[in-house]
Each structure stands twice: as C-alpha cells, then as structure tokens.
C-alpha cells in the first residue's frame, strides 16, 4: 500500500494547456526533460505518461536537429 | 495544399540587407514551385547547442508556407545547395498553429540593428527623463510654495484668533 502513495501523476494529463508546450520550438519547456548530458529523461523518472513521452521525445530528436537543444553535454568542458 | 514550416539558420556574419535578400530569394523559389507564404519570424542571432561548419551563433528564421507536399523536396534541396545555409528543419503543421499579427520583414531586421535605432531610442530615453527631472522639480518647487503659503495663511489665522481672544 505504501507503494500506491509514489506514484507520480502526469504533468500533462494534471495540466491540459501544457500539451500545446511540446514542440521543437518551445526548447526552453523541453530542456527540462533532459539531463545535464543532454540525455532525454525516462518516462519512469519524471511521471510523464508513455503517450506524452513519445511526443517529448520526437520533439527533443528535431529541436537537436536545429542547434536548438545539444545531442550530449560534456561536463568536463564548463 | 497542406501547411508546412521551415526553420532555417542563416550564417550570422550577414548583414541585415543581404539577410532580406536572401530570406527574399528563399521566399521566391518556394513561389516559384507553386507555394504561398503565410508567415515569416525573424527570430534573431541566437547561439547554437553545438558549432555547425565552425559557427556558434546562427540567426534563426521561421517560415511557414503552403505547398504541395510533393514539392517539399525541391524546396530542401534549395536549401541544402545553399551556402549562407547552416541547417533547415521543414515539418507538417496543423493550420491553427500559423503566426499571425507579426511585424513586416523590415521591421523585424531592423530591431535586430542595434547600431542604427537603439542609439536614437537611448537618446530620447535620456531626453525623456532630463524632462521628468525637470518636471519634477518643478512640481516639488510648487508645492513647497504652495506648502508655505498655507502654512503661512494658518500662523496668521490663529495670530487673528490669539489677538481676538486677547482682545476679548
């Protein structure tokens, strides 16, 4: 039972307007799925639901393809 | 006809007239394939997540068209051969998403200038405020006249009174 109170709720199915957010261009909402790294963050981890997630994902894949967000950070260089 | 924008970075050593240009010639051979330009942000010099061909900053500029998707490829291509290109991105969109109510292209290149009208803006700025200072001393000056002249009109109220009394 004390396992049912750690289950995280979606951000996107709590809040609807925040759907809109997804996309490549909005790459300050979006750098918030992503790791110091540069990694995209599990589904898992940050309590976004597998249907948002795929979305996120896609749009991380094309806000890296425009310089927007970096494919990997190397931390040893800041 | 479906909805479609490209995203593309110019190099960012251009200068504003041939950045028009060339967001002009871009413009013209998607016209030239038979597609309608519905909006064009100019969103300035940004710097880029990593360095493309040695460049870390890039200018970004959105375009959003209709076009027959079949054509879409051409217009890349366009893109590719083109040298002041850094990097594109095209992607389908939905017709609602469509910016409207944007400045004209001069406009917006002409804010990205900060030599030409940044210095005027500052310079009427630092007017503006040489006047507010100006007013406002002006103002404090009023009413501290105004202050004593009431101030005054009470001392002799209440000397009229005393004298009255005195009087009595």
């Known amino acids: ?78 | 006809m479906l909805y479609y924008e490209s995203m593309y970075i110019v190099h960012p050593a251009l200068e504003a007239g041939r950045l028009k240009d060339l967001i002009l010639s871009i413009e013209k051979s998607l016209h030239s394939l038979g597609g309608e330009t519905c909006a064009l942000n100019v969103w300035g010099k940004k710097k880029l997540a990593y360095p493309i061909n040695k460049e870390k900053y890039g200018m970004y500029v959105l375009f959003q068209f209709k076009n027959d998707g079949v054509k879409n490829k051409e217009f890349n291509l366009g893109l590719e051969h083109n040298s002041n290109v850094l990097a594109y991105l095209t992607t389908k969109i939905e017709d609602d998403t469509i910016l409207s109510d944007l400045p004209s292209l001069d406009s917006q290149l002409g804010l990205l200038n900060p030599n030409t009208k940044e210095s005027k803006d500052t310079d009427n700025e630092i007017k503006t405020t040489k006047e507010v200072v100006e007013e406002k001393i002006s103002e404090t000056k009023e009413n501290s006249e105004e202050k004593v002249s009431e101030e005054e009109i009470k001392k002799t109220e209440t000397e009229i009174v005393s004298d009255t009394k005195e009087e009595k």
């Open chain 1, 1 to 78: 039972m004390a396992l049912s109170h750690q289950t995280k709720i979606c951000p996107f199915k709590e809040n609807k307007d925040l759907i809109v957010m997804i996309n490549y261009k909005e790459h300050k909402f979006l750098r918030k799925f992503l790791t110091e790294q540069g990694k995209i963050i599990p589904g898992y981890v940050t309590g976004v639901s597998a249907k948002y997630q795929r979305l996120i994902a896609k749009e991380i894949k094309k806000a890296r393809n425009i310089a927007l967000l970096p494919y990997h950070v190397d931390p040893r260089n800041n």
